[in-house]
């Protein structure tokens, strides 16, 4: 294996891919979800998700002071905030308002760190990862009215697309920092 910084990123990536698709799989199983079903859900996915993106900008080595780890890490902790507020509130528009703007401002963030990154190999991934979070943020306080299940939905939508995305990454990284063999 070769000691690029890229060679490290896999694994955060894989465990971020795991966690978002683990939370869509959740959504599509949970029948009939009362208010207290989607705040543990939203609270635990957004922790989690925010440590993952926390240990992905650690492995990208970025300077303290540039713009990409400033907005990354800022969206990051947004998350997690919004994981704590949501998982102790247990209200349904809490959570979708708050949900939506820590989703929004992840996907924000993503897409700063794509058109700031020309050469990234991450450029494309955080281009439709952005797009996603910014879709699914813009569209769940739309959802409120509908009930948990339909917020679960939405956000288990774009979780499923997202953690998708994020695999085929993770996979990609992994391959790519392989030796190649000899012939």
Request: hydrophobic share 55%; charged share 10%; net charge positive.
């Amino acid at each position: 294996m070769t000691s690029t910084p890229m060679a490290q990123l896999w694994q955060p990536v894989l465990f971020r891919s795991m966690v978002t698709l683990l939370f869509g799989i959740i959504t599509v199983f949970f029948g009939a979800p009362d208010t207290l079903g989607l705040c543990l859900n939203f609270g635990w996915y957004f922790l989690v998700l925010a440590g993952s993106h926390y240990w992905f900008v650690r492995r990208l080595a970025l300077p303290r002071g540039d713009t990409k780890h400033l907005a990354l890490l800022g969206a990051a902790a947004l998350q997690a905030v919004a994981g704590v507020v949501i998982f102790i509130s247990v209200n349904t528009v809490l959570a979708a308002w708050l949900g939506g703007a820590a989703l929004l401002l992840m996907g924000a963030a993503e897409l700063f760190a794509a058109l700031t990154s020309a050469r990234s190999q991450l450029r494309s991934d955080w281009l439709i990862s952005g797009v996603l979070g910014l879709g699914t943020g813009l569209l769940l306080p739309f959802f409120i009215n509908a009930g948990p299940h339909a917020l679960l939905g939405v956000s288990g939508g774009g979780a499923l697309m997202t953690g998708a995305l994020w695999l085929l990454s993770a996979l990609t990284l992994r391959h790519d920092v392989r030796t190649p063999k000899r012939k």
